[in-house]
């Protein structure tokens, strides 16, 4: 079976772009199956499970996704709350949290996943500074637009032993993982700019990626940091194929504007 797999589609805020219907041609192209989609799609709820749906309905590939942090944020704080958000994902049948999906003999396991505050400098950086999740005049968004990041440690905690619930459950199979959060330090941002090393306490956790190594999962998709990367350790691939958002487009001089480069350059496809 053939798949792929992207993240970080942001529509909204890549809303002059045609992202979903370039996306769609792209892996019709590529002759996948199915669609992975790691996260970070839209920051409306219903707008992401309607927009799976239609590329599902308007495709020959099937589409499994999870939410990231940004799909977790409400639309409407006083209407929508994190829980009723979070459960309504559940409950859409090709997002991946909660649940585990068998299809033609390879099990997906996926799950937002969370941060622990692991990938930041501990040397540098006091429990108490990242629980304020400011440094430097800037707020990571989600403190003032999730809950959870009240006790960020324990909601990871709980993303784990979900995940590893169903990891245990699944045994033997060969199996794929899907978390919008980073499992490996090697995907953090790794640059001299001294804020990364503090931001980057809530990429995700190395935990993530020690779990799935004991568990022998055999790929790995992660998303949220925007930045391309592939790593092969302890038996496990993990990848994270990020679009990003258009302003951080740049860097690739030439192709600035150019969505169908950067759709093609983070489209991963994998025959399992
Ligand atoms: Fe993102
Ligand atoms: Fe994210």
């Given at each position: 079976?053939?798949?792929?797999?992207?993240?970080?589609?942001?529509?909204?805020?890549?809303?002059?772009y045609?992202?979903?219907?370039?996306?769609?041609?792209?892996?019709?192209?590529?002759?996948?199956?199915?669609?992975?989609?790691?996260?970070?799609?839209?920051?409306?709820?219903?707008?992401v499970?309607?927009?799976?749906?239609?590329?599902?309905?308007?495709?020959?590939?099937?589409?499994?996704?999870?939410?990231?942090?940004?799909?977790?944020?409400?639309?409407?704080?006083?209407?929508?709350?994190?829980?009723?958000?979070?459960?309504?994902?559940?409950?859409?049948?090709r997002?991946?949290?909660?649940?585990?999906?068998?299809?033609?003999?390879?099990?997906?396991?996926?799950?937002?996943?969370?941060?622990?505050?692991?990938?930041?400098?501990?040397?540098?950086?006091?429990?108490?500074?990242?629980?304020?999740?400011?440094?430097?005049?800037?707020?990571?968004?989600?403190?003032?637009?999730?809950?959870?990041?009240?006790?960020?440690?324990?909601?990871?905690?709980?993303q784990?032993?979900?995940?590893?619930?169903k990891?245990?459950?699944?045994?033997?199979?060969?199996?794929?993982?899907?978390?919008?959060?980073?499992p490996?330090?090697?995907?953090?941002?790794?640059?001299?700019?001294?804020?990364?090393?503090?931001?980057?306490?809530?990429?995700?956790?190395?935990?993530?990626?020690?779990?799935?190594?004991?568990?022998?999962?055999?790929?790995?998709?992660?998303?949220?940091?925007?930045?391309?990367?592939?790593?092969?350790?302890?038996?496990?691939?993990?990848?994270?194929?990020?679009?990003?958002?258009?302003s951080?487009?740049?860097?690739?001089?030439?192709?600035e504007?150019?969505?169908?480069?950067?759709?093609?350059?983070?489209?991963r496809?994998?025959?399992?």
């Open positions: 079976m053939r798949i792929a797999a992207i993240s970080d589609l942001h529509i909204d805020i890549n809303r002059d045609p992202v979903l219907e370039s996306l769609r041609d792209e892996v019709e192209r590529s002759g996948a199956s199915y669609l992975i989609v790691a996260g970070d799609i839209s920051e409306d709820f219903r707008i499970k309607d927009k799976m749906r239609a590329l599902e309905d308007s495709s020959s590939f099937s589409v499994l996704y999870v939410p990231g942090n940004h799909d977790l944020w409400s639309p409407e704080p006083s209407k929508f709350k994190i829980d009723y958000i979070y459960s309504s994902f559940k409950d859409d049948e997002c991946l949290s909660g649940k585990s999906v068998t299809l033609d003999g390879v099990t997906f396991i996926g799950d937002v996943g969370w941060y622990d505050y692991s990938f930041g400098n501990h040397e540098r950086f006091s429990d108490e500074m990242f629980e304020k999740m400011t440094y430097s005049g800037r707020t990571w968004q989600d403190a003032l637009k999730n809950p959870w990041t009240r006790d960020n440690r324990r909601k990871c905690q709980a784990l032993e979900s995940l590893e619930e990891l245990e459950k699944e045994k033997g199979k060969k199996i794929i993982t899907v978390t919008h959060m980073l490996i330090r090697d995907f953090t941002v790794l640059d001299a700019r001294p804020e990364w090393e503090y931001f980057n306490a809530f990429l995700g956790s190395s935990r993530f990626g020690e779990l799935f190594e004991k568990h022998g999962v055999s790929l790995s998709i992660s998303g949220h940091v925007h930045y391309r990367k592939e790593v092969e350790r302890n038996g496990v691939s993990y990848i994270c194929p990020c679009l990003g958002y258009y951080e487009w740049s860097f690739a001089k030439g192709h504007r150019d969505l169908a480069y950067h759709l093609r350059s983070s489209l496809c994998f025959e399992i």
